[in-house]
């Protein structure tokens, strides 16, 4: 079947602008994760979704960063006013149900910004 | 907090030999731990975890790890490399949150000489 899928692949923009990044989840998996990787910082977590609900956004470095998540499926990243330091590979996962202990993960958005 | 380490970013070993990444683990509890393979330009697969049970699991590829409590270790092993295992190895911890969301190491990076 699919797997998780992510939008764009790549992503070019301009400082101060902002952007958002689709992850589209394995169909059924109520759960939900962000991940940002970068060469300063490693994998790390900002964001989990269960169902449409957020009960963990420890992870999100500023509040310029948000996400939101419609119909228990697609995910929407959303970073404004990005910032050099954004730049970074990120990365959506899905996951089952709540005993199971894979999470999926997608081909990642390669955010550039300039 | 808990937190992984892995030693060395970059493991360089020759097609054939024994290939063995290192993983330590800080966590006050024994979490759950996993190994996931990142092959360029393509998302995370998870090669094995580890939960409860038998302490040596195996994974895909002919990989295999041992948990070791008193060691808090958590070491990745293939008796022969391939040139396809070459890339970068993450190392991972799920802390005891309902959650389910995971800690990630720094990565090694591994290279197969022919």
């Known amino acids: 079947g699919a797997g998780v899928s992510q939008s764009p692949s790549n992503k070019v923009t301009e400082k101060g602008k902002d952007v958002e990044l689709r992850c589209d989840p394995i169909s059924g998996h109520t759960a939900l994760y962000w991940y940002r990787q970068s060469l300063g910082q490693g994998l790390e977590f900002l964001i989990y979704f269960q169902g449409n609900s957020a009960p963990d956004k420890s992870g999100l470095p500023s509040d310029r960063f948000s996400a939101e998540r419609t119909g228990g499926s697609v995910s929407t990243l959303t970073i404004q006013r990005t910032q050099q330091e954004d730049s970074a590979v990120y990365l959506c996962?899905?996951?089952?149900?709540?005993?199971?202990?894979?999470?999926?993960f997608g081909p990642g958005t390669r955010l550039t910004v300039t | 907090a808990q937190s992984v380490t892995q030693l060395g970013s970059h493991v360089s070993v020759s097609e054939g030999a024994l290939v063995l990444l290192r993983c330590n683990y800080s966590s006050s509890v024994p979490p759950y731990l996993f190994w996931y393979v990142q092959y360029p330009n393509q998302g995370l697969q998870l090669l094995l975890k580890?939960?409860?049970?038998?302490?040596l699991v195996k994974g895909i590829n002919g990989f295999e790890a041992e948990f070791k409590k008193s060691e808090t270790s958590f070491h990745l092993t293939k008796p022969s490399a391939h040139m396809s295992d070459a890339a970068e190895y993450f190392c991972a911890v799920r802390p005891m949150d309902s959650s389910y969301k995971l800690i990630f190491g720094s990565g090694t990076r591994l290279l197969v000489r022919p």
């Open positions: 580890y939960t409860t049970g038998a302490t």
């Open positions: 996962a899905s996951r089952e149900w709540a005993e199971s202990y894979e999470q999926y």
